[in-house]
């Protein structure tokens, strides 16, 4: 069964930085996609930066220039290194990924949490 594994969050203060990881563990053939998305209280989803097998990489508007998403395919990880974090980055943060199996699915995380204190 194929799961998505994150960890890295936690809590720091304004301008600091996290990484975050998220591995895929399982029988799987391909990792389509990965991406990062997170979800304050009250608040919807949102893609936070994306990355696909083809090498393209997109960024929300709110983190372009702060946040870098990378990947190690050998270990089949994807990465989220958040630099100059601000408050309105608090959020619960999410890996998801297309994977194909014997088809191709859609696997999220549990989620790991991101404080960023003033």
């Known amino acids: 069964q194929v799961q998505l594994v994150e960890s890295g969050g936690g809590s720091v203060q304004a301008g600091g930085s996290l990484r975050l990881s998220c591995a895929a563990s399982?029988?799987?053939?391909?990792?389509?996609?990965m991406e990062w998305y997170r979800q304050a209280p009250r608040n919807q989803r949102d893609l936070v930066a994306s990355?696909?097998?083809?090498?393209?990489?997109n960024y929300a508007d709110s983190v372009k220039g702060r946040f870098t998403i990378s990947r190690d395919n050998a270990k089949n990880t994807v990465y989220l290194q958040m630099n100059s974090l601000k408050p309105e980055d608090t959020a619960l943060y999410y890996c998801?990924?297309?994977?194909?199996?014997?088809?191709?699915?859609?696997?999220w995380g549990q989620g790991t949490q991101v404080t960023v204190s003033s």
């Open positions: 399982g029988s799987f053939f391909s990792i389509e996609s």
């Open positions: 998801y990924a297309r994977i194909r199996t014997t088809y191709l699915g859609q696997y």
């Open positions: 990355f696909t097998s083809g090498g393209t990489t």
